[in-house]
């Protein structure tokens, strides 16, 4: 599945041949995650992306009632090509399908945001070891005190995820992500889980712990779980998200999201 | 003029003590153009913007009904903090005041829009000349042949300016320009004007014919006038704009808007 192009995951994904999470699959496409709102709350969903870049980049947002991604992935379908989807209902998890064609409305319309995942390949690139692909598991995910700038109904604390390093991987991976601000850019904080609100850094509010060496310290970049925390609170009578680490897989090289 | 802060320079706009030009005001500090309109065009707008970054690189926009930006100049007032505005009625030029206060409905949403004259700055600290600013003119602008992409009633093609330096120079302005994707970001196209669609490099469709020497080729860059000119193009019944180079200066440094 990782050299595969992202047209041929998707097709598998419609087929409901691939029905779990996308990491690792169609390597050098660009990730995101997904957010559907109705159209009454699109835009301050959309202003609240504009006010926090690093939490929420937006990589497309779809014309209302369109189901389908025209610039980044234009023979797609938003409403089958992703392997699973949550539907949310007045801010509570309601259930999980593998095709919400039967829930899509004339009024939707989909957000794709930006994911961690395409900064991690050039890291690896760049021999920068990412623990939680070393240890196979989810990367940890944490509520912090940094308060998202407000928009209309939607507000709430930034979520950040973690990557313990050595000081000049954080330095290089600070070069590194830099470059990429529609991924969620340069770190937020690096060193001090305590001055961003964090009581226990092996205790992630999402995702799973993973190791901290003795010579590494933390580092903490935006997440994408951010906007669909920040959705929730405001709790939209039907909001549909992707199910977790199962992304819609874009056109869009990786590469070529690089600022510089 | 140059020495004082955005502050100062935004008090004596609203003194009406300056009334014209704020180019060269305030350096260090980011200008914005201003377009502001009503809430139902504000989400196409905004989209519009998400859609074509390079064109409409949104620096904040305004709570619906509020005319302070509240993230990049709190202490300011959009109504009286400029020293000129232009009024548009149906999508024609109506008439030019120095204070809205009195056109200002509680529905107005005022985005800004960065400015070429964030990254003239660090182009002159880099010791490439700006030819537009040797000459003491306006910088050429003209309309391409390519098309913004569509966001609801918002539809039009780019409109760029040209800076025309020699081929390390313009090497060296393409790394600089990288750094400041809220601001046009990097050249949208170096060397041939025609294949763009500019048939004449001499007759600019807006600001003043600049010299090109023997041993240059020009520099297009995507321009803040394209969000203005595709907004009048969908006839809003309402449109505000700022005055010709009579920009909103917020209290953001320059410096800071660069991503690396």
Redesign the interface.
């Known amino acids: 599945m990782k050299f595969k192009t992202a047209k041929e995951i998707r097709r598998l994904i419609r087929a409901q041949e691939i029905t779990n999470s996308t990491a690792g699959m169609a390597i050098g496409y660009t990730q995101a995650n997904l957010v559907i709102l109705r159209k009454e709350h699109?835009?301050d969903f959309?202003?609240f992306?504009?006010?926090n870049p690093k939490a929420c980049p937006?990589i497309e947002?779809t014309?209302?009632g369109s189901p389908i991604p025209k610039?980044t992935a234009p023979n797609s379908d938003i409403r089958t090509d992703l392997p699973r989807y949550r539907i949310y209902r007045d801010g509570k998890f309601d259930e999980e399908v593998l095709d919400i064609t039967p829930y899509w409305e004339n009024d939707m319309v989909a957000f794709l945001i930006g994911c961690s995942f395409t900064f991690e390949t050039p890291l690896l690139e760049n021999d920068i070891p990412v623990r939680h692909i070393e240890e196979k598991c989810n990367v940890p995910m944490y509520k912090t005190n940094i308060q998202c700038?407000d928009a209309?109904k939607f507000h709430g604390p930034m979520v950040v995820s973690m990557r313990p390093m050595t000081s000049e991987n954080a330095i290089r991976a600070t070069?590194i992500t830099?470059?990429y601000?529609q991924v969620h850019?340069?770190p937020i904080h690096i060193g001090d889980p305590s001055s961003i609100g964090i009581t226990n850094i092996h205790k992630p509010d999402f995702g799973d712990s993973v190791t901290i060496k003795k010579n590494e310290i933390p580092v903490f970049w935006a997440c994408g779980v951010t906007p669909q925390a920040v959705a929730m609170e405001s709790k939209p009578d039907l909001m549909i998200t992707h199910g977790p680490g199962c992304m819609f897989i874009t056109d869009l090289l990786d590469k070529k999201l690089s600022?510089?």
Chains 1, 2 share one sequence.
């Open positions: 699109a835009y959309l202003l992306s504009q006010r937006i947002v014309d209302v610039l700038e209309g070069q830099s470059r601000p850019g340069s600022v510089i």
